[in-house]
């Protein structure tokens, strides 16, 4: 009789099509456990219950958390998933992160803004005064960021940035407020693991 041993895997990728028919992508979760994972890795995926169900039920063990293109929305209902709702939802786990890194090749606030230069703030008397206030924000403020929310079209499968969205939580300010928390507890984190060691 042969035994086979499985080694489990510490790091995982997590990442999307570019395009998906809506009900193959409507279908997708995460029920899965995988009690050595260390560190993930999310691209180019919405940040909505089921990504921060996963992360919750490895909030022990979990040390590294890469989101790169990542984006809030509301993928598959009228309610939108925000960044504020998912960094809230990851603190309650009191995760043992140590790194959390955020990041995003392509942002805009407005729909005519050159997309692929990183995050662009323009100054057109034509913008809205929303616009201008969170402009205003980014500008005033070098630890601010843009988030990205997005929404997919159902018929396409195509993701694609919701500006309206971007604007509108942006200017509230709660994202980034939930991110600063969430990022405190990583440092906190991160300087107990080294007195410890």
């Known amino acids: 009789m042969t035994t086979l041993l499985l080694e489990l895997p510490t790091e995982l990728l997590l990442g999307i099509a570019e395009r998906l ?8 979760s995460i029920h899965v456990s995988i009690p050595k994972l260390l560190h993930l890795k999310s691209e180019d995926c919405f940040v909505e219950s089921a990504l921060c169900g996963f992360l919750r039920d490895h909030s022990q063990q979990l040390k590294v958390l890469s989101l790169k293109n990542c984006f809030a929305g509301s993928p598959f209902s ?20 140590e790194k959390l890194i955020v990041t995003n090749d392509n942002i805009a606030l407005i729909a005519e803004d050159p997309d692929d230069q990183g995050p662009s703030i323009p100054g057109n008397a034509e913008d809205s005064e929303d616009v ?10 070098p630890n601010r960021r843009l988030w ?5 079209d159902p018929v396409s499968g195509v ?4 500006f309206a969205e971007i604007v509108t939580n942006n200017k509230t300010g709660k994202d980034q407020a ?9 440092r ?8 410890e060691a």
């Open 78 to 97: 009228d309610l939108p998933y925000t960044w504020d709702a998912f960094f809230h939802d990851l603190l309650i786990s009191r995760p043992v992160l």
């Open 178 to 186: 939930k991110h600063d928390e969430l990022m405190a507890l990583v």
């Open 148 to 152: 990205v929310y997005a929404k997919l």
């Open 159 to 162: 993701i694609v940035h919701d």
């Open 188 to 195: 906190q984190n991160r300087e107990h693991s080294s007195n």
């Open 132 to 141: 201008k206030a969170v402009q205003k924000q980014l500008l005033d403020d």
């Open 21 to 28: 028919p809506f009900e193959a992508i409507k279908s997708l």
